[in-house]
């Protein structure tokens, strides 16, 4: 689990998550905005499998959850520095799908090889600016 801003910044994670997410909030940590390790980080298009089709979708989610931030000049300026910096969210800015078409599966190349996780997300009532993002891997059906 960890939790992130309105623009994705990573504020807090436990082992677990800096365990799975190395190249983000482990120990080989080049970015500390997931969209950035997404879309920057060539890591990210081995860690995620189908990383072509996903990435897109993951730039989509994005829209959707900065959709009551738009007015703040801070978001407009992450956007505009995103398009410059990434192809992929140059080509899928600014289109937002809803949250049905959006997947909570993702399989995700570990330790012990490609496993699928599921990732749910929660408004923090306290800190409405904050998400807490949970991750859990499928349990195996053997």
Same mark, same amino acid.
């Given at each position: ?54 990435? %897109? ?58 496993? %699928? ?19 859990? %891997? ?5």
């Amino acid at each position: 689990a960890y939790v992130v801003d309105f623009l994705w910044e990573r504020v807090c994670w436990n082992k677990a998550a800096a365990k799975l997410f190395t190249h983000w909030l482990g120990e080989r940590t080049h970015y500390t905005n997931f969209l950035d390790y997404m879309l920057l980080d060539p890591q990210s298009r081995l860690f995620f499998q189908n990383w072509e089709q996903i990435s %897109p979708l993951w730039i989509h989610r994005f829209f959707n959850d900065i959709r009551p931030y738009r007015s703040n000049p801070k978001v407009q300026q992450f956007i505009d520095s995103h398009i410059q910096r990434s192809p992929t969210f140059a080509q899928h800015g600014e289109f937002a799908l809803p949250h049905a078409n959006l997947p909570m599966g993702y399989t995700l190349h570990t330790a012990k090889g490609f496993k %699928p996780y599921n990732r749910m997300a929660f408004p923090i009532d306290s800190a409405p600016y904050w998400r807490l993002v949970v991750w859990l %891997p499928e349990r195996d059906k053997s």
